[in-house]
């Protein structure tokens, strides 16, 4: 029984990691005006939007 309930949970999965192939991790590093600093800002956004997030 084990083996039909893991193959079930696989083919939802399979749905799930396509989707989710369309999003990325950005990582963009913002200087800070008193110190000099560097500060990271972290987010997860969708492939299209990668280039607005760091124009921002």
Known sequence: MAKAAKTAIKTKDQKAAAEAKNWTKVIKP????????????????????????LAK
């Open 30 to 53: 913002v200087r800070s005006p008193k110190t000099g600093a560097y500060t990271f800002k972290e987010a997860i956004v969708h492939k299209d939007k990668v280039k607005e997030f």
